[in-house]
């Protein structure tokens, strides 16, 4: 199809005047508004008010410019059908074989905390329109909507002096999924804002564009992508690309650092947390987070909440770690981390947010909110005879945070807000409580006068016993069981302390 005439109206002017100038010069009339016809005529290229074709002016402060039949009769009008061409003819209309549209920085303006009302205004209401038609009738008019699209356009016209159909069918492709990211972020912030109250919306609209390519998934038979912006909480400034498996712990790891605002130290072995500790500095919380599970920690993803200086990266260098997450790393640190050319060291710049979280099932998706309430002290239920001391309730407190990101069924013992050893995804409670014994041990850690916490109640009172004999003096659990009075009855006879958080935390 040759390109004779030609809409161009964007907001992103990138490129925009050179594009437009090859148009012309290959036989295009062009055709534009507001700001782009000033660009266009300033930078040296024929352009035509659209006006021109409207004789219509563009009104409301440029809200209406190109919403006219004249524009979207040349644009849908089926070249095929002699109706449609008739219909042109007897209506003096001429086709648009072009349109270039780029939309309102809508998402822009809203990441940048403007008020409402500019949010408002930064609603495309043409642009999608125009896109929309061409898109619909992609065999009769090309749709261009990014700039990184001008040069195979150029070079396609340049080799044979038209676009071919498989072209314009890919360009119309990109420009449906435009169209749809952009209304899918307006629909988004206006339910965030003024929509469900909380609960989810009977719809469940996900826009992301692939921004980062993955090596493979999570085995290398499987294909992967990363759909969103990572660069808004991350940034990575050494080491190898990014794996699909890393991007999944970083984010288990940040979530459960983010729990903690004193000085904390997170190592997690595929999403599960094997080492975690509060201290007075990060890197004694790494060492009591390290010393709980050193076997683990090898080839671990590890975020701190405090900057690197040199002596703690000589530290960090002691042992193979993925990935190094922290808010700041000295030049002295930087210096030294980056010697091994392989690890990788991510900045983490603000906090992930909860919001909803998806996951694909049963040919479908899964949607919920964020796991992000805290636990209230004041709704702490003490149901043993014996009360727990304040260091023990500051210890059970630590764990159950822990706790709650590690896969159920999910046990921790912890001492002095460090964990000595988790139990992690058993199908019986009572296993989860040994495999944590058995990981402190291995450890070489004592697990007398700690605190356990699980994720969810005792459905037995094995469990309870188990824990005691390992010499735990406190648990934490949410309560709930039809048998909490038997795991009541166990703490009381083994003079261990047991509080009910009314909390379940499951974590499949």
Do not use: W
Request: hydrophobic fraction near 40%; glycine fraction near 8%; charged fraction near 25%.
């Amino acid at each position: 199809m040759k390109i004779k005439r030609a809409l161009v109206s964007v907001t992103d002017k990138t490129g925009v005047v050179e594009f437009a100038d090859f148009l012309a010069k290959s036989g295009a009339e062009i055709f534009s508004t507001g700001g782009t016809l000033k660009a266009l005529q300033s930078g040296g290229v024929k352009a035509k008010s659209i006006s021109e074709v409207t004789n219509f002016p563009e009104i409301l402060d440029g809200r209406v410019k190109t919403l006219h039949p004249a524009i979207f009769a040349g644009i849908l009008a089926k070249r095929n059908v002699k109706d449609h061409t008739d219909q042109l003819e007897k209506l003096r209309l001429s086709t648009f074989d072009m349109v270039v549209v780029n939309l309102y920085r809508f998402e822009e303006t809203v990441a940048s905390g403007a008020d409402l009302e500019e949010i408002v205004e930064n609603i495309d209401i043409g642009g999608p329109s125009l896109i929309r038609a061409a898109a619909k009738n992609y065999e009769g008019c090309a749709v261009v909507v990014d700039p990184s699209q001008y040069a195979e356009v150029k070079s396609e016209i340049t080799r044979y002096g038209e676009i071919g159909g498989h072209l314009l069918a890919r360009l119309a492709a990109a420009a449906f999924e435009k169209v749809a990211l952009y209304d899918a972020a307006i629909s988004n912030f206006f339910t965030d804002k003024f929509g469900s109250g909380g609960s989810l919306s009977d719809s469940l609209l996900f826009a992301g564009r692939k921004t980062m390519d993955m090596r493979y998934g999570e085995n290398p038979h499987q294909s992967a992508g990363f759909y969103g912006d990572f660069g808004k909480y991350f940034e990575k400034i050494h080491g190898k690309e990014l794996s699909y498996n890393n991007l999944v712990d970083i984010d288990a790891a940040q979530r459960l650092l983010q729990e903690f605002s004193e000085p904390a130290a997170i190592i997690v072995k595929h999403t599960n947390p094997c080492g975690a500790a509060v201290a007075a500095d990060i890197q004694e919380a790494y060492t009591r987070a390290l010393k709980a599970d050193l076997k683990s920690a090898f080839g671990g993803i590890v975020a701190l909440n405090g900057k690197i200086e040199p002596a703690f990266a000589e530290r960090l260098n002691e042992i193979f770690l993925e990935v190094i997450i922290a808010p700041g790393f000295s030049d002295g640190a930087l210096e030294i981390l980056r010697k091994k050319k392989d690890r990788r060291l991510v900045v983490s710049r603000s906090p992930l947010p909860g919001g909803v979280q998806m996951r694909s099932s049963c040919g479908g998706v899964l949607a919920q909110t964020a796991d992000d309430v805290v636990v209230n002290e004041s709704a702490l239920r003490v149901v043993t005879n014996r009360k727990p001391s304040d260091e023990e309730l500051a210890d059970m407190k630590f764990a159950y945070a822990v706790c709650k990101h590690v896969k159920s069924n999910a046990i921790v013992f912890a001492k002095d807000r460090t964990t000595l050893g988790s139990g992690a995804g058993q199908m019986s409670r009572v296993d989860s409580v040994k495999l944590a014994r058995m990981k402190a041990a291995d450890a070489g850690l004592s697990l007398g006068e700690s605190v356990a916490a699980s994720d969810a109640f005792f459905p037995f009172s094995d469990s309870v016993e188990e824990i005691a004999k390992a010499g735990a003096t406190a648990i934490i659990q949410p309560g709930g069981s039809v048998r909490d009075t038997d795991s009541v009855e166990a703490a009381n006879r083994l003079n261990i302390s047991m509080v009910f958080t009314g909390l379940r935390h499951f974590k499949h």
